[in-house]
T-cell receptor, first 116, second 113 residues
């Protein structure tokens, strides 16, 4: 079975450029999460969607960041304009969320972003 | 104070040793607890959930202490393949429909031959 798919796996761009990260969650999952990981700050939740609706975007650092989930099988995280401090690994994760305890989140392989 | 705090390590122990990590959380209403494992340059993966009564999965034992607000992970008979970063994870919400979980910064474990 395919897991969470992310693209690109690596992205090197120059400051000021627009960056778009893509994610395809596991089929049947109804929650999708975008995380950012750096050595200094660890793994931070940026935003999550439930049934394609953004539920909590309090982790989105600033207006330069935006995320969309137009349908159950696709989400994007966009940074415009990008800055060197955005350099990090960006993970997408998905899960099935229903009644009961939180369910396991399955992570994609991540996108390693470098902004020069 | 961080919502979830872990000793970053690194813990450097010989193969076969027993090693334990603790993790503290600040929200007393937290409902669900997990340990995830992350290998170098890989994504995090669920290692085990942590139940109130404590639970064991092979060489791994997880414990929850609600009174002191900490969870622990014990690894017995450690293997070289256990070398990884172990992330403590807490769901701070009382409501399961709010699926946000908080990750600790991780404890690095290195097993030496």
């Amino acid at each position: 079975d395919a897991g969470v798919i992310q693209s690109p796996r690596h992205e090197v761009t120059e400051m000021g450029q627009e960056v778009t990260l893509r994610c395809k969650p596991i089929s049947g999952h109804n929650s999708l999460f975008w995380y950012r990981q750096t050595m200094m700050r660890g793994l931070e939740l940026l935003i999550y969607f439930n049934n394609n609706v953004p539920i909590d975007d309090s982790g989105m650092p600033e207006d330069r960041f935006s995320a969309k989930m137009p349908n159950a099988s696709f989400s994007t995280l966009k940074i415009q304009p990008s800055e060197p401090r955005d350099s990090a690994v960006y993970f997408c994760a998905s899960s099935w969320t229903g009644t009961g305890d939180s369910n396991e989140q399955f992570f994609g392989p991540g996108t390693r972003l470098t902004v020069l | 104070r961080k919502e979830v705090e872990q000793d970053p390590g690194p813990f450097n122990v010989p193969e076969g040793a027993t090693v334990a990590f603790n993790c503290t959380y600040s929200n007393s209403a937290s409902q669900s607890f997990f340990w995830y494992r992350q290998d170098c340059r890989k994504e995090p993966k669920l290692l085990m959930s942590v139940y109130s009564s404590g639970n064991e999965d092979g060489r791994f034992t997880a414990q929850l202490n609600r009174a002191s607000q900490y969870i622990s992970l014990l690894i017995r008979d450690s293997k070289l393949s256990d070398s990884a970063t172990y992330l403590c994870v807490v769901n701070p919400s009382r409501y399961s429909s709010a699926s946000k979980i908080i990750f600790g910064s991780g404890t690095r474990l290195s097993i030496r031959p």
